[in-house]
């Protein structure tokens, strides 16, 4: 079964940070690209970060500087270091995987881990 998993979410204070996970099952990442997007209440969708399998990445005006999207190939994983987090940057987090290089047209979701920055 292929599948994404998403690790690491919780609750932090502003200016504080956390590191997601994002664990393939079932396929290997290393031919994808791989993205985080996010979903706050009452908002859309919101494309956060891309990997490509160049390892080359780009980011959201909104998180640049302060967020980092990193693969481990050899663990099948896909990491997105988050400092400085914000309360706006509370949202559910989920991974997906692309065989689109700018990870626009998504094959697989994963079901998304919360993330809340709150005093």
């Known amino acids: 079964q292929l599948q994404l998993v998403e690790s690491g979410g919780g609750l932090v204070q502003p200016g504080g940070s956390l590191r997601l996970s994002c664990a393939a099952s079932?396929?290997?990442?290393?031919?994808?690209?791989i993205g985080w997007f996010r979903q706050a209440p009452g908002k859309e969708h919101e494309g956060v970060s891309c990997i490509n399998s160049t390892d080359s990445s780009t980011y959201a005006d909104s998180v640049k500087g302060r967020f980092t999207i990193s693969r481990d190939n050899a663990k099948n994983t896909v990491y997105l270091q988050m400092n400085n987090l914000k309360p706006e940057d509370t949202a559910v987090y989920h991974c997906t995987a692309s065989m689109d290089p700018g990870c626009y047209t998504v094959d697989y979701w994963g079901q998304g881990t919360q993330v809340t920055v709150s005093s």
């Open positions: 079932g396929f290997a990442l290393d031919y994808y690209s």
